[in-house]
């Protein structure tokens, strides 16, 4: 079912407490993997609006639908492609930092590779 953008965005608004909630019931996650409470309520709530666009009532109520997405989303928050901006980086991979000094010593051509 196909719905309009101002359907959608009135959805969404009705539907930000789920944020709160997902949040406040994963603040010791989010403590624990040194997330930032603001990023991870923007990622929350991209994927709200997207968990109302892609809603189809045959397969439940649209509650428990967003809640579920939303915590799908939380765990990808978490993930080391989201915190280090690495695109190909392992799901498990912390703490990373790399020295520029160390990336210029092991590829003459280093600047080009994380440009890309």
């Known amino acids: 079912m196909k719905i309009t953008i101002k359907k959608r965005n009135r959805i969404v608004e009705e539907y930000l407490w789920c944020i709160d909630r997902v949040i406040r019931q994963n603040w010791h996650l989010i403590e624990a993997a040194h997330l930032d409470r603001d990023d991870v309520y923007q990622d929350l709530a991209i994927r709200l609006i997207r968990a ?7 397969k439940g109520k649209l509650e428990q639908h967003i809640l579920s997405q939303l915590r799908y989303e939380l765990l990808n928050c978490k993930s080391a492609q ?15 930092v790399i020295s520029l000094d160390a990336l210029a010593d092991g590829d003459p051509d280093w600047e080009i590779h994380i440009a890309a």
């Open 52 to 58: 109302v666009a892609g809603y189809d009532p045959k």
């Open 82 to 96: 989201k915190r280090y901006g690495f695109k190909d980086a392992p799901y498990d991979l912390r703490g990373v």
